[in-house]
């Protein structure tokens, strides 16, 4: 059975920092690319993060500098550093795994920036 935990989310004032770590398990971790995801309400889910199995990151121009993706392929584990957050980076924020048309999706961990 697949699953990806999420872990780390919670509030956090503007400006301050947060690393969520994503946890997987019944998957070949290291062959698969990982990505973080936010949606907020009312809104379409997002990519925010991708880092493939070479290791290889891309981020969206709203997060690029201010969030990195990294990943332990000996823990199975893929983590996102989020530094000077703001609050439209409110959100429940979600871990993917993916390879070819196979895709696994974590419950979400809720990340809420404000004062």
């Known amino acids: 059975q697949v699953q990806l935990v999420e872990s780390g989310g919670g509030l956090v004032q503007p400006g301050g920092s947060l690393r969520l770590s994503c946890a997987a398990s019944?998957?070949?971790?290291?062959?698969?690319?990982m990505g973080w995801y936010h949606q907020a309400p009312g809104k379409q889910r997002e990519l925010v993060a991708h880092i493939d199995r070479g290791g290889v990151t891309n981020y969206p121009d709203s997060v690029k500098g201010r969030f990195t993706i990294s990943r332990d392929n000996a823990k199975n584990t893929v983590y996102l550093q989020m530094n000077s957050l703001k609050p439209e980076d409110t959100a429940v924020y979600y871990c993917n795994a993916r390879i070819g048309n196979r895709v696994y999706w974590g419950q979400g961990t809720q990340v809420t920036v404000s004062s």
């Open positions: 019944g998957i070949t971790f290291s062959i698969y690319s």
